[in-house]
């Protein structure tokens, strides 16, 4: 088992650019979720996913758009980046069965710098 | 709006040292708290609490939930240089689609 993994580890964007991160997980779980971390700050939820095909906003959702067309995968898409963007991204996942307390298995991140 | 604070932002103390980290919170319909520990990358899972007043204990790490005063404790016991990272808790509000409000981290420094 891999759990979940994320591409690309480091990336800077120009201002106004473009770009897609990656997450996968192979543990067959139902709902992920990224989430953003400024310095020396904890996680803020952007989007979530309960299962395929089934999106919703998080705490923190303009500027990104997710789209979950398998259960495996849940990318997270930047459209015209600017510098308050500039974060560490966390993908999750985690089973999400009803009426049951899942924790979240937590990927090792994408460094983003938007300049 | 859902709201968890931690303390102290941060503490250093010396190896063999007891610490004890603070999260308060304020959520509707509370459902669970987890703490994480997150070193360089990402958080790893230590504690889901759900009942009030229940040690939960892991060697020398421990968190207890007061659902009346609305706030959880890790200890520390016998701090190690390993123990070094940034602690983090979260807290997940019923029919909330596992979605959790992390609360700002406590970085914990141990000294040799």
């Known amino acids: 088992n891999a759990g979940v993994t994320q591409t690309p580890k480091f990336r800077i964007l120009k201002i106004g650019q473009s770009m897609t991160l990656q997450c996968a997980q192979d543990?067959?779980?139902?709902?992920m979720y990224w989430y953003r971390q400024d310095p020396g700050m904890g996680l803020k939820l952007i989007y979530y996913?309960?299962?395929?095909?089934?999106?919703d906003k998080g705490e923190v959702p303009n500027g990104y758009n997710v789209s979950r067309s398998t259960t495996e995968d849940f990318p997270l898409r930047l459209e015209l980046a600017a510098p308050s963007q500039t974060s560490v991204y966390f993908c999750?996942?985690?089973?999400?069965?009803?009426?049951?307390?899942?924790?979240?298995?937590f990927g090792p991140g994408t460094r983003l710098t938007v300049l | 709006e859902d709201k968890v604070v931690q303390s102290p932002l941060s503490l250093v103390v010396h190896e063999g040292d007891t610490v004890t980290l603070n999260c308060s919170y304020e959520v509707t319909n509370f459902r669970s708290l987890l703490w994480y520990k997150q070193e360089k990358k990402a958080p790893t899972f230590l504690f889901m609490l759900t009942s009030s007043g229940i040690e939960k204990k892991s060697g020398r790490l421990s968190s207890i939930l007061d659902k009346k005063e609305l706030f959880s404790i890790l200890n520390i016991t016998a701090t190690q240089t390993g123990d070094s990272a940034v602690y983090l808790c979260?807290?997940?509000?019923?029919?909330?689609?596992?979605?959790?409000?992390f609360g700002g981290g406590t970085r914990l420094m141990v000294k040799p």
């Open positions: 979260a807290v997940e509000p019923d029919n909330a689609g596992n979605m959790l409000t």
């Open positions: 543990m067959n779980h139902n709902y």
């Open positions: 996913s309960v299962g395929a095909g089934i999106t």
């Open positions: 999750a996942s985690s089973f999400g069965t009803s009426g049951r307390v899942d924790e979240q298995f």
